[in-house]
């Protein structure tokens, strides 16, 4: 009767963007998301998973043990609870750790085991699409590939995602 | 039934003699020290068992001692330790006729075992801190309990 003949050959392109975008959005939401603690180790990014890391402590007195491995700092008492610490900058092939204002005891559980991680800083605590982690680089140091689960980018720069389980293994072996 | 709450409860002390090595504050149950003597230096630290003379209170003289310095047997990261003011603990066994270096002897306190503690699982389950025990709280300070016979 009137109708405009360029509008009706539009208006279903128009309406299946609008379904592309309507579906879009319900992919977002629906999609995994896993929350990530990244924490610096000679200036370089790591991440935990988020469901693996309890506490976040400052830096506080550590009781060396004589006897243990290299890679355990101590023990330190965490509101009556003997906890172990340890450095994992050896396996990650980095300089040893040296104690800054910024440097914290990350308390996490692997492998059934629970111990507290020196690093240098705890950076963010963030929520991440599963699908934002890639698996690591073909070309990672092979030393280094057996603690490392998976690798993403956030806010411009790198972060690695490590195992937790394979770095305790790696201590009680 | 009040005995048996006590039990329970538990005011049972142990009696830990305390050295302090490289910095370390260690202790262990003097119901494993036979005598604590002056030792005088022997040059031959670092070698294993070695012979050291030592001054036994209990015997009023000075006699020949088979000795091994504590790190030598319970390693400290950072290499041997110099020991400042040894002393040698001599293990009440049998079957251990020798004497333990050690260095800055402390003293003698009770710990209630409500202030003891086992080494945390990824420590014990490790490899190495077997003689290393325990861990006895202190006035806030943490002890590391060493157990000889190990």
């Given amino acids: 009767m009137g109708a405009d003949p360029d509008t009706d050959k539009n208006r279903s392109d128009v309406t299946l963007s609008r379904v592309q975008r309507l579906r879009e959005s319900l992919v977002d939401v629906e999609e995994a ?13 790591y991440a935990f998973y988020g469901s693996e890391v309890h506490e976040i402590l400052p830096w506080t007195t550590i009781y060396y043990v004589p006897g243990a491995p290299d890679a355990i700092l101590g023990v330190i008492n965490l509101r009556g609870r003997m906890e172990s610490v340890i450095t994992i900058n050896k396996f990650l092939d980095l300089p040893d750790i040296a104690r800054t204002q910024n440097s914290r005891i990350a308390i996490a559980t692997g492998k059934g085991l629970r111990s507290g991680i020196l690093v240098d800083a705890i950076e963010d605590i963030i929520d991440v699409a599963v699908s934002a982690i890639k698996p690591p680089l073909a070309t990672i140091d092979k030393a280094k590939s ?21 770095l305790y293994g790696k201590i009680t072996v | 039934m009040s005995k048996g709450l006590e039990k329970e409860t538990g005011n049972e002390e142990i009696q830990i003699l305390t050295f302090i090595i490289n910095g370390v504050k260690l202790g262990v149950e003097t119901a494993q020290v036979e005598e604590v003597m002056e030792a005088e230096e022997s040059g031959k630290a670092g070698t294993g068992l070695h012979e050291i003379m030592c001054w036994s209170a209990s015997g009023g003289r000075w006699k020949d001692m088979t000795a091994i310095s504590f790190d030598e047997r319970i390693p400290f990261c950072g290499g041997p330790v110099k020991y400042a003011s040894p002393k040698v603990l001599l293990v ?52 590391m309990l060493v157990d000889f016979y190990r």
Avoid: C
């Fill in chain 1, 146 to 166: 057996e603690f490392v689960t998976g690798e993403l980018s956030h806010n411009g720069k790198d972060i690695i995602l490590l195992d937790l389980s394979a």
């Fill in chain 2, 92 to 143: 009440k066994d049998k079957d251990t006729p020798y004497g333990i270096v050690i260095d800055n002897l402390s003293e003698i306190i009770s710990v209630n075992l409500n202030s003891v503690y086992p080494l945390p699982p990824l420590i014990a389950k490790g490899r190495g801190a077997k003689a290393v025990w325990g861990v006895a709280l202190d006035k806030a300070e943490l002890i």
């Fill in chain 1, 33 to 45: 998301r896993v929350k990530l603690v990244i924490f610096e180790l000679s200036g370089r990014h």
